[in-house]
C-alpha cells in the first residue's frame, strides 16, 4: 500500500519489509500522525535494498525512514519516532 502526498514532493519514505512487526508499528504511527508517505517494501526490489544497505553500513535494517530534510531513523521506537514527526 502506497500512501502519498499528492505530488507533494516533502514527504516521508519509509523502507519495509512485509514481514516486520516493527515497520507495522511505525505504519500505524505515522497513520496516526496524519503523516503523508510514501512505503517501499524491499522485498522484490533490488534497488530499495541498496539503498537501505547504503544509508545502514551495509545492513538491512526496516523499517528506514527517509525525512525531507535527508535525516534518517532506522528501527526507531514509538517515541523517537513520534519526536521526529512532532519536529517536521
Not at 37 to 58: R, S
Request: charged share 15%; with cysteine.
Amino acid at each position: 500500500m502506497n500512501h502519498t502526498a499528492n505530488g507533494n514532493h516533502s514527504q516521508v519514505t519509509m523502507y519495509t519489509s512485509n514481514w516486520c512487526a516493527d515497520c507495522w508499528r511505525a505504519k500505524k504511527v505515522l497513520e496516526s500522525m496524519k503523516v503523508q508517505f510514501v512505503e517501499v517494501d524491499i522485498t522484490h526490489d533490488p534497488q530499495a535494498v541498496a539503498l537501505v544497505e547504503k544509508l545502514n553500513n551495509g545492513y538491512r535494517s526496516v523499517p528506514t525512514l527517509l525525512f525531507p530534510d535527508g535525516s534518517v531513523l532506522t528501527e526507531p521506537s514509538t517515541a523517537q519516532l513520534v519526536a521526529k514527526l512532532n519536529a517536521v
